[in-house]
């Protein structure tokens, strides 16, 4: 198949390619990916490097910094997954998608570097993120952890700063069962010395055993630095930074934002590169226009659809406290599309949004791992079940009032086909 591929190869082709190339999809281990990093020399990109994980609002946390140091005028790489519409999402140079050409060039590279070495689908994306980033005039790269954080492929980077946005129960197939061996796992991208931002407040002793044993200075939520809101806005503060009268975003969760804050707090006290570099006036403009699609995305006013990737009940449950207050102005009654993969905790993600959602239409997945319908119909007295996301929202909407509310929630994947069953919109 290679000798049929070539950097004017359609990007489509390549990804269907690199799916195959490993016997596993999910393939935890570092030895791989290292060899060939190695051989391209990418294990030192010479960049300012902060490295994220948590169970949720990675992406979001990311973005924030993305667009606080972009509108401060430093220049920013981004690699984040999954995508929600096209792959090249996935890897952003001073916030743009690079090109797919680009990337098919990168594939190409990597393809005739590992020789031998089998590579998953994550591990390719994950070294032409890297070698793009090396090749790019930037200041600081911004890598977001697929999974867990230990043997995740962006581990391969020492970064400057590590960050654990939350920990929640998830991939607990891979992770372990309870939040210190997932803490354990997140606390892998921890590095000697290094500077560590957490948004939990209820640290697993895990997480404080490894940071002890590699002497790491942590900045913890509710201990270091901590946030209030107040009426229209709100504050951010630690010992020697205080952020006062905020506006409160519009499009992304104000934890997530607290994180990101409490990032650039840190940079600015032991950096001198950013120091004096990061306004309060780019903060706000930041808070003010950063959006992520998937993200509680207001996809129609009326009725209003709310689109969210929400896939585990840590993000169920934020999604809730934030359609609780929308109902609350809600004439109408409140719908919702679901549909999960089969390795997430299906029961209890449904289940936080339960109390407040009066009519359910549930969706198979035919992608990989995706769970049937009636794998969610069996959580539900009464339910409408359908063969695909498209099919449910057909039905649906011959019945929608304009004063109703609809929640597509449950996966990437999910809001991905409703997205595309809703391409003309």
């Known amino acids: 198949m290679f000798s049929k591929l070539n950097v004017n190869s359609d990007l489509s082709i390549w990804l269907n390619y690199i799916k195959k190339q490993h016997d596993k999809a999910i393939d935890m281990s570092l030895d791989r990916i290292r060899k060939v990093a190695k051989k391209m020399n990418l294990l030192n990109l010479n960049k300012f490097i902060i490295t994220v994980t948590g169970t949720n609002g990675k992406g979001t946390t990311c973005s924030i910094l993305e667009s606080i140091f972009l509108n401060s005028g430093i220049k920013t790489g981004v690699y984040s997954s999954p995508h929600l519409i096209c792959y090249s999402e996935r890897i952003r140079i001073n916030g743009k998608n690079v090109s797919k050409r680009y990337l098919c060039s990168i594939f190409s590279l990597i393809e005739h570097e590992r020789e031998e070495v089998s590579l998953t689908y994550f591990e390719y994306g994950t070294l032409a993120a890297l070698k793009i980033f090396q090749e790019s005039n930037l200041d600081v790269v911004i890598l977001e952890v697929g999974m867990g954080g230990r043997f995740d492929a962006t581990n391969i980077i020492d970064s400057n700063i590590s960050v654990i946005v939350n920990i929640g129960l998830d991939h607990e197939n891979w ?74 975003p519009k499009y992304v969760f104000l934890e997530n934002v607290s994180v990101a804050l409490a990032v650039i707090n840190v940079l600015e006290k032991n950096y001198n590169i950013f120091k004096n570099l990061i306004s309060v ?19 129609s006013k009326l009725p209003k659809i709310i689109l969210d990737v929400a896939h585990n009940p840590h993000a169920s449950y934020i999604l809730y406290k934030k359609l609780f207050h929308v109902k609350r102005f809600c004439t109408g009654k409140l719908y919702a599309i679901s549909a999960m993969l089969v390795d997430k905790d299906i029961k209890n993600t449904l289940l936080c949004l339960k109390p407040i959602v009066d009519c359910w239409y549930l969706s198979s997945l035919s992608c990989f791992r995706g769970a049937d319908s009636s794998s969610l119909a069996r959580y539900f007295n009464v339910s409408y079940q359908f063969p695909t996301v498209k099919e449910a929202w057909e039905t649906l909407k011959k019945v929608i009032d304009e004063n109703d509310i609809l929640i597509v929630f449950g996966s990437f994947n999910t809001v991905y086909e409703f997205i595309l069953a809703n391409k003309n919109h």
């Open 175 to 248: 992770l372990g069962k309870n939040r210190e061996d997932i803490g354990y796992q997140k606390s892998g991208i921890f590095r000697k010395n290094q500077h560590v931002v957490i948004g939990e407040q209820h640290i697993p002793k895990s997480v404080l055993k490894i940071s002890k044993e590699l002497n790491v200075n942590l900045f913890r939520y509710k201990i270091d630095w901590n946030f209030y809101v107040e009426k229209n806005f709100w504050h951010w503060y630690s010992k020697r930074k205080c952020y006062k009268f905020l506006p409160i």
């Open 281 to 299: 006036k780019s903060i706000q403009k930041s808070l003010i226009h950063t959006k992520l699609p998937g993200r509680f995305q207001i996809f």
